[in-house]
């Protein structure tokens, strides 16, 4: 049995907002980040997301959070945001994140998956699409080896209210996938 075969998931509930935002910005952007094979402490400083934003992400109707854990504990292992673009049958698929210390075992393969599986079944779509820091090579690697094309699309790295780049070079790159029977991207 993989360690993936150990996840349970769900979709996420208002409830989960404050540990939700602590994973993600664990996973993304921290001292603890630096224990996972990934992370944007050398990009970005502040936060991923808040709470705030989780419950307004969750509250929509085009978006879903899916949300994992270990089977055995309960522990909260990691999350995947999706939002339905039906207007082009695409899912976007965003803030995936696994606990940095619990990242190479298969985890993130296993989430990417159950995210892609779910935008197929719930809703019928044909492309799933990502924004990934152009400037984040090992993690376009990543979704390059599970299928998905960079597009050629770049949009600046824009500051939030919580987060700001520590480079003026930041840009996002659009990577999509065909997941329709038979296409192609």
């Known amino acids: ?22 994973l993600v910005n664990d996973s993304y952007r921290s001292d603890l980040a630096c224990q996972g094979w990934t992370n944007e402490n ?3 400083d502040g936060l991923r997301t ?20 270990d089977k055995t504990e309960q522990i909260l ?25 619990l990242q190479t075992r298969g985890y993130g393969k ?13 809703w019928n779509v044909d492309y799933m699409e990502i924004s990934v820091i152009r400037q984040r090579t090992e993690l376009i690697g990543y979704y390059s080896r ?9 949009q600046p790295f824009h500051p939030s209210n919580f987060c700001y780049p520590k480079r003026d070079d930041l840009e996002l790159c659009t990577m999509r996938k065909c997941v329709k029977m038979g296409g192609e991207n």
Not at 58 to 64: E, F, L, R, Y
Not at 147 to 154: E, I, N, V
């Open 1 to 22: 049995m993989s360690n993936s075969d150990l996840l349970n998931y769900r979709v996420a509930t208002v409830a989960d907002c404050d540990s939700l935002a602590i």
């Open 146 to 154: 599970r299928g998905y094309t960079d597009t050629g699309q770049r």
């Open 50 to 69: 808040n709470p705030d934003t989780l419950h307004n992400i969750i509250n929509t109707t085009k978006h879903i959070i899916l949300v994992f854990f």
């Open 77 to 101: 292992i990691g999350c995947v945001n999706l939002q339905h673009k039906p207007e082009i049958k695409t899912a976007y698929l965003g803030m995936l994140a696994v606990r940095p210390d």
């Open 110 to 122: 296993f989430i990417l998956s159950v995210g892609e599986q779910y935008a197929i079944s719930k």
């Open 42 to 44: 050398e990009l970005v």
